[in-house]
């Protein structure tokens, strides 16, 4: 769609007449799209009466042109399009965009102003036939002064209606900007795509779901540019950088290419700037980050307003306040095909102004790399400190690259805890454990103490992460702090050692589920004091040891206050990543599903790269949808993320996801794939954390129990809640046990009282309840229950009960309650995909296989001559069949039963 707009944007000014028959032919017609709501705005400008149309704002590649021409193909018979294109070309002769429309005039028109005006209006009125004449002006803002009059005085003589497209207000001309100010045109403006219209927009395109990784690597790339967005998809689709796996589009192993068309496109968008502003924008994306007084120094002030004003570098708040490229990805691409000898020579006027002490303090790792390209030769520290940055920032081939530039043995174990990290970050842990190795070898006890226990601490997250080595893990955190504690010495430095070697505990405690360590060890952690790193890591830590214990409200109260902190702070990618992802898992874990879709769209709207989000953000959605009961959406989601987090998994929830993608299959019917996908399950996966493998279990015994294994799963199910309440990890327990009383175990129910009185929170208020219902088998009591579940988000949930809601209402004979709760059943099953899921439950839970096929032929209105000619018994057998029917549904009559059956034979599944 958006190489139509490039087509649109170049070459002479044009003059083209659009009838109506043309407009309402295009393939857009009845077609989804993104940005609906902004074409009816278009529309209703354009049709409304008031005023005299609108003007849409938007950088090049925006997708005003074709927002304007979805616009144009709303309008009836009773309109006559009339299209101008402006261009440099034509900007630089009179009336250069109207030349095709004055060809037609006789040459005495084109005399004065005045005898053009009458001309226009004569011609558009002749062609008009009657109709209402839209004058739509494409590239506005390269109309020439004359032109520009001519449209204006069209206008606002109402011979014309005006829709406009141009990049920005102030080069429209002062005549069609006078109709705006006086409020007789709307301006809309066109934004770069959010992240939500850059998902929606790609699977338009291209059809099939993009994952999280794939749609964010995109987005960031593109800057939202809607032109760039779409070019850049082509081209990584070309490079096997995004690929497709079934109805799926998932990042490959390696990052977004900037090749070929796309820097063709950066190109061009870089000779639109004049030449300060070009200068500007190639150092900051050489140099990265620098001060707003350095710049200014090299710059023109007015040429940094510029580019701020329109949002291609930004200025943060810091002290001092520091510049830098809007777009990382953008900046990358620039610097990649800025000349090596125009480099060298911004390098040089930068130089130039600071003296040695300001370009150590501002050097970071994008500089270093600036050097080194240049062929710098960078002191030990500033790479060491690059790499650092660099690892931090999830960047792990330039903390090699610079590591590598580091010479002699001053700083090797510094050297190898960097390398170290960045091969940890690549997955590569052999090559991690080869220099941890090496540098012991070659060093040995000459290591300072300091030294000595990052290796250590290295040692302890390579242990953790393999399934042979992890009981080592514990071993060298104790021995580390045995040593310090010998050591005797308060220094700083041995102070920060300390407290790094306390969250390597608490984080191997939570990894372990031995969440009583954690309560234990942060007993005095304070809400109100979050302002370091390591006091924002302890108190996430935290929550998740509470809600796993009981204290849901307590949990979800502190990981709001951890979340707000850690924004305010610039936190390594990682720590972010945990702090982010485990909020996620909490607010999951207590079921708050609409929070938990709004913490997913809000943060999935920040400019972070995908390495701040994490694994649980490809499959969080996709569980919320999945509890909510929009299946379609939810498999569409999980199967993405199964294949993204095939490629590549940081935090270890591929099989979270394989899990939970067998369920949303199972619930939706189809017992094939979800058969499938708990094979997959079964199978060796890294080695995840307690509380991402007991949800994924949680998820298996579930679709098991959807798929006819229901036998075994209760009883798994029962295990798994006694292993859980009796280890104390009481919320994850009340999941387990919860399935149990809604798979129909009425025995569970005391039990399920019993633990949900010790856990806050709605979930645990609603497990109560059902508790309740099942112990006086109280209908009502159900139903009510059911609808506060599926108004909370939670529509399995509300299912499962509703159908015990039938159930009991069936056996007290309660004909009023046994109404309500099938209705409400078959509602809730429908929203599970398939139409007749609901007839199928409501049916099997109450009537014989045999009842069942007689009830839905009799609700279809087949007669029972006939249903005992097509099921081959006597008429005898189908009247007591019916009679059995009435009873257990307690109905009257056949239009009754059509009341509780919907829907012919041939959609139930029965026999």
Sequence with gaps: MFQQEAGLSSGSGRTDVISAAQRQGKAWQGKHYTRHKTVVDVVAALTSGSGCGAVIVGEHGAGKSFIAQRALEQLGDEYLVVQVRGSSISSKLPYGALSVLLNELDASHLEHPLMVLRGLTQLLHTRAQGRSVVLFVDNAHDLDELSTMMVAQLCAGGHVLLLAACVDLPNLGSDIMGLWKDDLLRRVDLGPFDFRETADSLAQEYGGHFSHAAARALWNASGGNALFLHSLAREQIKLGTIVRHEDSWVLGDRPVALAGEIRDVLKARLNRL????????????????????????????????????????????????????????????????????????????????????????????????????????????????????????????????????????????????????????????????????????????????????????????????????????????????????????????????????????????????????????????????????????????????????????????????????????????????????????????????????????????????????????????????????????????????????????????????????????????????????????????????????????????????????????????????????????????????????????????????????????????????????????????????????????????????TRKAVSCANDAGNRISLRMAQRTQQSLEDRFGNPRNGVLSLLTSTLTARESEVAVRAAAGTSNRKIADEMHVSVRTVEGHLYQVYAKLHVASRSELKDVISGPVEHARLG
């Design 274 to 801: 004049s030449p300060g502003q070009r200068d500007v924008f190639e150092l900051l994306s050489l140099a990265g980050a620098l001060p707003l007084q350095t710049l200014m120094s090299v710059s023109k002030a007015q040429d940094i307003d510029t580019l701020q004003e329109r949002a291609l570098i930004r200025v943060s708040h810091e002290h001092p306040p520091m510049v830098s490229i809007a777009n990382p990805v953008t900046a990358g691409i620039v610097a990649s095909v800025v000349p090596p000898g125009r480099s060298a020579e911004l390098r040089r006027r930068l130089g130039a102004v600071l003296q040695d002490l300001d370009l150590d303090a501002y050097t970071g790792s994008t500089a270093v790399a600036w050097a080194l390209d240049c062929g710098e030769e960078v002191d030990s520290r500033l790479a060491l400190a690059a790499a650092r940055l660099a690892n931090n920032a999830s960047d792990p081939q330039s903390a090699l690259r610079f590591t590598r530039e580091i010479a002699g043995r001053e700083k090797l174990a510094e050297v190898a805890v960097e390398s170290a990290r960045a091969f940890i970050s690549l997955h590569n842990d052999d090559a991690a454990r080869r220099i941890l190795t090496d540098v012991e070898q070659r060093v040995g006890d000459s290591l300072a103490l300091d030294q000595w226990a990052a290796l250590q601490l290295l040692w302890a997250e390579l242990d953790r992460r393999s399934p042979v080595a992890a009981s080592n893990a514990l071993a060298r955190l104790q021995e580390i702090e045995l040593r310090l504690t010998m050591s005797g010495d308060a220094g700083a430095k041995l102070g920060s050692v300390a407290e790094r070697v306390r969250l390597a505990y608490a984080e191997l405690a939570v990894f372990e589920g031995r969440y009583g360590d954690v309560l234990q060890m942060f007993q005095d952690v304070d809400s109100t004091d979050l302002g370091s790193e390591a006091k924002i890591m302890a108190a996430s830590l935290l929550c998740e040891a509470m809600a796993v214990t009981g204290d849901i409200l307590g949990a979800v109260g502190l990981g709001r206050q951890v979340i707000l902190a850690a924004a305010t702070l610039d936190l390594a990618d990682g720590s972010i990543r945990d702090v982010r992802g485990r909020f996620l898992l909490l607010l999951l874990l207590s079921a708050k599903f609409r929070e938990a879709a709004d913490f997913i769209a809000a943060t999935s709207e920040s400019w972070d790269e995908q390495a701040r989000l994490g694994g649980m953000f490809e499959i969080g959605q996709g569980i919320v949808d999945l509890h909510r009961g929009y299946l379609t959406r939810a498999i569409q989601r999980l199967q993405a993320g199964v294949w993204q987090l095939n490629v590549h998994d940081p935090d270890a929830v591929a099989g979270l996801a394989t899990a939970a993608c067998a369920y949303a299959f199972a619930l939706q019917g189809d017992e094939e794939k979800a058969g499938a996908l708990l094979m997959e399950v079964e199978e060796p996966m890294p080695r995840a954390s307690w509380l991402v493998n007991r949800i994924t279990r949680y998820f298996e015994l579930s679709a098991k129990a959807e798929i006819g294994q229901k036998t075994e799963a209760l009883r798994a199910l029962k295990q798994e809640a006694d292993i859980d309440a009796e280890a104390s990890a009481l919320a994850t327990g009340l999941q387990f046990l919860s399935a149990v009383a809604r798979l129909g175990d009425r025995q569970a129910g005391q039990k399920l009282s019993d633990l949900a009185g010790q856990v806050t929170g709605h979930f645990a208020g609603l497990c109560l309840r059902l508790a309740d219902g099942l112990k006086d088998a109280d209908s009502e009591e159900l139903l009510a229950t059911s609808k506060d579940a599926d108004a909370a988000g939670h529509a399995v949930f509300a299912r499962d009960v």
